[in-house]
């Protein structure tokens, strides 16, 4: 049989790259760019494993039942037909009833959960749960969410084709968001300037205008230093903050203005105190102050490295006011939101009563973050399954979400899943976390069932796209697609009626009934269409530099920062990010991405590997004060000196090398929730 060329695009994180996928005989044999896709200029390295993948010979492929206690070494998985999970399933969560279950989900952009994201959140919010544990704080809250605080909306896109300066901050494209990246390279090409602040020198910051070496856990103290320079040399656009925020109305505790106040707190971090607490040099900071107040519009993108820190919500305050400072957003070339598809949102967040919001773990102490949406951390999820307080929780509905590798360790993580009652997984493979379920659920993958997206998000072309994406192969042996599981589970719970009775066909025809097309015309055009109706940009929003919500409920109304005091027993600073081989906890069954990246590394700024007398290839232990982990040494030059840059998502029965295991679930922002993952003491020995 001749192959079969199937444009489509990778679903596996939020580039979600156009592409062209190769079947011959029913079996993806490989994955190409599609050139006339919006998104697709290039592919990673996971899309081209994607055959892998489809094919590995772990990937579950029938409901498998729990035979043997919780906490031994093997399940003894037995496998049970889709009737009886769905029966057994209806049964346990009626029992825990929905306060007592909760739910979680995998973060959709950095996994293929997008396409049943919202069905997942309508499960819950009709069943009645309260309480949905999804990544965000650790993830897109300082970028989606956090800016509401500043303008009332999340970070809208860079308009990279008309900015005269880009600034990446704590964002790595070239690694986690290639589109993204090719537009950042055409701009440069064009003449814009790139600033890069990261630790490390890596991806685009290989080509930056500048590299601010920023020292990892401080992106607080170098924006209110940029923002002290901004309005002290007179770099700032007053016109702009005059007729677009509250810069020049009194603030609310005396009579100066708010932009009077701001000064001040600025004026706290003078570039020479800058300077030490970022490790960077005084001519940098000015450099970067000038080109901001010269280059102009200004063009926006972070994501986690300025979210996974102690003080992540002073960090995105302080970044999103020296934004605002610019002048550009909303704006020709800064940070603007295009128009979009029409379809219906399906999450079906109005479904929520408020007494049922009012029951969200973390809630009371974290009201202007992810539980004000019902979204909440795992460390609130475990303390509350083991201690029975504020009220029993028994039951856990899981998609994807490796939590024991993929976030923090919490005093009660493997506690917590044993007392479940009843804890089911929906996953591709038997991973850490899913070997102490009840019930596990195989997934189908991106590659293996439809998929609607409604914008592509890099330009106003590719914002405008909707695409409903085929399925390129069978799945395999019984998976199914989360997008049915969710519907299968909502008719095994009575929840058909919200579920268009339990047909996703009819489901997806409401999604689209806005959009101006249909399932059918998008079948007929894989590549996608240009939906004909499309959502309105949204106004460039009232700028609040004052915070009277965070003031309101505890919180600092202008950004503060306090460094973390010196520790002579770690002397180091630990940060990590992602590689182009894996993303989270993902992809290390893929044999042509072990043969790439067969272990954990961890990178040492040339004075820790002088300090600790350590050699490249060298292996090491990397402590913390909650733990310890286990890698193999590199030197990179390109990073900030004192800094230990590391690989995370590992894990290994024999020896200790889970990252995360190493972070302590109780230090995190006070506001949003966000761990301390980077910016953590360290230090370093080597191991014989």
């Not at 989900?105 to 997008?114: E, K, L, R």
């Not at 102050?289 to 063009?299: D, G, H, Q, S, Y």
């Not at 800094?643 to 290994?652: C, E």
Request: charged residues 20%.
């Amino acid at each position: 049989m001749a192959p079969t060329v199937v444009p489509t695009y990778c679903a596996l994180c939020i580039a979600r790259c156009g592409c062209l996928a190769t079947v011959e005989g029913g079996r993806l044999i490989r994955v190409d760019p599609d050139p006339a896709h919006p998104t697709g200029q290039a592919i990673c390295v996971k899309a081209r494993a994607a055959p892998e993948l489809v094919a590995h010979p772990e990937r579950l492929t029938t409901p498998l039942l729990r035979t043997r206690p919780k906490g031994a070494a093997d399940p003894g998985w037995r496998p049970i037909s889709w009737d009886e999970a769905l029966a057994l399933a209806g049964d346990k969560l009626r029992a825990a009833g929905p306060r007592g279950t909760a739910f979680a989900v995998a973060t959709p952009s950095g996994t293929a959960v997008a396409d049943a994201f919202a069905w997942i959140h309508r499960l819950a919010h009709h069943w009645g749960s309260p309480n949905l544990v999804f990544a965000t704080e650790n993830c897109n809250w300082h970028r989606d969410f956090g800016p509401a605080l500043t303008w009332g909306s999340g970070l809208a896109m860079p308009d990279t084709e008309q900015a005269a300066t880009i600034v990446l901050w704590g964002s790595n494209p070239a690694v986690t968001w290639l589109p993204l990246a090719e537009r950042v390279r055409a701009a440069q090409r064009r003449g814009a300037r790139l600033i890069v602040v990261d630790p490390r020198q890596g991806g685009l910051a290989n080509r930056a205008d500048l590299w601010l070496a920023v020292r990892p856990g401080t992106d607080a103290a170098l924006a209110l230093g940029l923002i002290h320079l901004l309005l002290d040399e007179g770099g700032a656009d007053l016109d702009f903050l005059r007729r677009h925020s509250d810069a020049f109305t009194p603030a609310p505790d005396g009579d100066r203005s708010v932009l009077e106040r701001l000064a001040e707190t600025a004026a706290a971090w003078p570039a020479p105190r800058v300077a030490r607490v970022t490790g960077i040099a005084e001519a940098n900071l000015r450099r970067a102050a000038e080109i901001l107040a010269e280059a102009k519009p200004v063009a926006l993108a972070t994501w986690t490295g300025t979210c996974q820190q102690a003080e992540a919500t002073a960090a995105t305050r302080a970044i999103n006011i020296l934004y605002a400072l610019t002048g550009s957003l909303g704006q020709p070339g800064g940070n603007r939101a295009y128009p979009k598809p029409q379809i219906n949102d399906v999450a079906a967040f109005a479904a929520v009563t408020p007494e049922t919001r009012g029951h969200t773990l973390g809630l009371g102490e974290r009201p202007l973050g992810p539980p004000a949406r019902g979204w909440i951390t795992s460390r609130d999820l475990f303390r509350a399954i083991v201690s029975g307080q504020p009220y029993p929780i028994r039951a856990l509905v899981a998609f994807g979400s490796n939590f024991l590798v993929s976030k923090p360790a919490t005093r009660h993580a493997e506690a917590a899943l044993a007392k479940l009652d009843f804890f089911v997984q929906t996953e591709l493979f038997a991973t850490p976390t899913a070997r102490w379920a009840d019930l596990l659920l195989p997934a189908a993958s991106c590659w293996e069932r439809e998929g609607l997206q409604a914008g592509f998000q890099v330009s106003p072309a590719a914002d405008a796209h909707l695409q409903l994406r085929p399925a390129v192969v069978p799945p395999p042996g019984q998976a199914r697609g989360d997008t049915r599981i969710v519907f299968d589970l909502a008719k095994a719970l009575g929840l058909a009626d919200h579920f268009f009775g339990g047909d996703p066909e009819a489901g997806l025809a409401h999604v689209l009934a806005p959009s101006g097309l249909d399932a059918a015309a998008l079948r007929q055009a894989p590549r996608g269409l240009s939906a004909p109706l499309l959502t309105d940009a949204p106004a460039l929003p009232r700028i609040t530099l004052w915070s009277a919500d965070l003031a309101r409920h505890g919180g600092q109304a202008l950004p503060v920062f306090t460094p973390a005091p010196a520790d002579g027993d770690l002397p180091f600073t630990l940060t990590c990010g992602k590689t182009a081989h894996y993303c989270h906890s993902q992809f290390r069954q893929l044999p042509s991405l072990r043969q790439g990246q067969p272990g954990p590394e961890t990178e040492l700024a040339p004075d820790v590997a002088a300090a600790r007398g350590i050699a490249p290839g060298d292996p090491i232990a990397i402590r913390t004060a909650h733990g310890q982990f286990h890698s193999t040494a590199r030197l990179n030059p390109k990073l900030a000196p004192g800094t230990v840059w590391s690989h995370y998502g590992w894990w290994d029965d024999e020896q200790p090398i889970n990252y995360n295991a190493s972070m302590d679930g109780e230090t995190f922002d006070r506001v949003s929730g966000s761990n301390a993952l980077r910016g953590v003491g360290c230090d370093v020995r080597r191991r014989e």
